[in-house]
Structure formats: structure tokens, C-alpha cells
């Protein structure tokens, strides 16, 4: 899946002001709670890490993609690793997974991704996620975007159909030698229902404490769930 070419043009997206304002909700719910020793699991580029790090909470970063995490470090974030989730071997007393990684989990595999944040979690722990609701697919996040910066030119599709929003990502960059390079891949997210998400998450131990339907584009209805769940 096209996770590394994503994190190459997540800079040019400017979903700057929607993450932040999806960021603060889940930092209102960590201290609301006072949780401390969590783990951002799909940290991207680590802008919650380091929001975290600012209010002195102990955390760390996991992400599927190695090129998420090379340029968490450019940046100067240490306290993260380009490994899966069924290979952290710490235990945290809250996990996190903002802005639609769980809508990146394959349908076959969520039962065991649930299971996997289980374990890393200390009884009472809590996982706090997002996902896209059915409008979010359908209205927000469909369609296509092309940006020119001139020496770089991006090209998203995004199609939702049969409960999956495939996304055709293509970056054109130019060499030094004036010549572009395209690189072309895609990423598929799936779209989960509350019921669904509801069982799953009962199935692996999670009791769901609270639910809050969220407007993340201004839309005029809500484009994302954010699900409060604590290890029972
Ligand atoms: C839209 S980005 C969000 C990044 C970050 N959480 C934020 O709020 O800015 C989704 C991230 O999830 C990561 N991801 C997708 N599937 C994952 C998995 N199974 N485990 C860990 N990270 C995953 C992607 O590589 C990507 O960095």
C-alpha cells in the first residue's frame, strides 16, 4: 500500500487547521481523564507527539510507514519506531489513532488489530480512535485534487465504492536534471459502521465509554466518529 509515497505529499495537503482542531479533542479527553504514558499508534509525522511533549506527558510514536518516522526524525522526534503494532513490547496506560488509521486497518485484519491494542494497554487503559462516517466517505472525502508547487505536481483520486474509499495518489518531482520522476501508488481505507465497531471492540475487552460525532471539514453533518474506549 501506498503509505511512504502518502507521507510524501501529506505536507502539501493543508489539512494543517482540521488536524490541529481533531488533535485538541483528543487532547481535551487525555486531560480530562489525566492519562499519561500513551502511545500515538499511526503518529504520521508526530505533531500529537509533540503536543504531548509540550504538556510534559510521557509518550511514543509507531507508524507503518518507515518514511513517516525519517521524517518524524528530521524533525527532531525521537521517541518513535517504524514498527507494527504486534511488536511493541511496552505496556501504556492510553493509545491513541488519530485521524483515520483505523479506517486503514483491511477489514480481515481489524478483530486482531483490536485484539493487539488490547495487550499493549494496562487494565483500565484507554483507546481513543477516530473514524469516518458514512458522509466523511461519501461527500468529504471522494473527489480529486491536483496541486502545482511548480517543482513537484500531486494528482489525488479518490473513489468510495462498496464501503472503501481508494485513493490513486501520483507525485511528479523534478530531477536535477529538469526532467520529472513520477512515483504512483495508491492507499485503501474501509469504511466501518458503529455497530460493527461496537462488537469488535466488546470482543477484544473494550468497554465504549462515549462516542462523539465530530465536523471535522465545517460539512453539514458530521464527518467523523470518536470513540472512547476503556480496557475493562
Ligand atoms: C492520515 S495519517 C494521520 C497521522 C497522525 N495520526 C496525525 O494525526 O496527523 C494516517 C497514518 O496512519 C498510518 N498507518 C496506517 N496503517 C497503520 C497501521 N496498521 N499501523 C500503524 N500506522 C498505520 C499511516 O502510515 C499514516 O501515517
Not at 487547521?17 to 509525522?45: A, P, R, Y
Not at 525519517?70 to 517504524?82: A, F, L, R
Not at 484507554?126 to 461519501?138: H, M
Request: glycine share 6%; proline share 1%; net charge negative.
Amino acid at each position: 500500500m501506498g503509505l511512504n509515497l502518502y507521507a510524501k505529499i501529506e505536507q502539501f495537503l493543508d489539512f494543517e487547521d482540521e488536524v490541529t482542531k481533531l488533535h485538541g479533542v483528543f487532547l481535551s479527553v487525555i486531560l480530562e481523564k489525566k492519562l499519561d504514558n500513551i502511545l500515538d499508534v499511526g503518529c504520521g509525522q508526530g505533531s500529537f507527539l509533540n503536543q504531548l511533549s509540550t504538556l510534559s506527558l510521557n509518550s511514543y510514536g509507531i507508524d507503518l510507514s518507515s518514511e513517516q518516522i525519517k521524517i518524524c526524525k528530521q524533525n527532531g522526534i525521537k521517541n518513535v519506531s517504524s514498527i507494527p503494532l504486534n511488536e511493541v513490547k511496552e505496556k501504556y496506560d492510553c493509545t491513541t489513532a488519530i485521524f483515520d488509521v483505523i479506517n486503514y486497518i483491511p477489514k480481515n485484519g481489524i478483530k486482531t488489530f483490536f485484539n493487539q491494542m488490547s495487550l499493549v494497554l494496562n487494565q483500565g487503559g484507554y483507546f481513543i480512535f477516530d473514524v469516518n462516517s458514512l458522509f466523511g466517505f461519501e461527500e468529504v472525502a471522494q473527489g480529486t485534487l491536483s496541486i502545482d508547487l511548480g517543482d513537484k505536481f500531486v494528482v489525488i483520486d479518490a473513489n468510495f465504492e462498496e464501503e472503501k474509499l481508494i485513493t490513486d495518489i501520483t507525485l511528479f518531482s523534478q530531477n536535477k536534471s529538469k526532467l520529472f520522476t513520477k512515483e504512483n501508488d495508491c492507499i485503501i481505507q474501509y469504511y466501518y459502521e458503529r455497530s460493527e465497531l461496537k462488537d469488535l471492540l466488546k470482543t477484544s475487552g473494550f468497554e465504549v465509554e462515549k462516542i462523539i460525532d465530530f465536523n471535522l471539514h465545517d460539512s453539514c453533518e458530521n464527518d467523523k466518529e470518536i470513540y472512547i474506549c476503556k480496557k475493562s
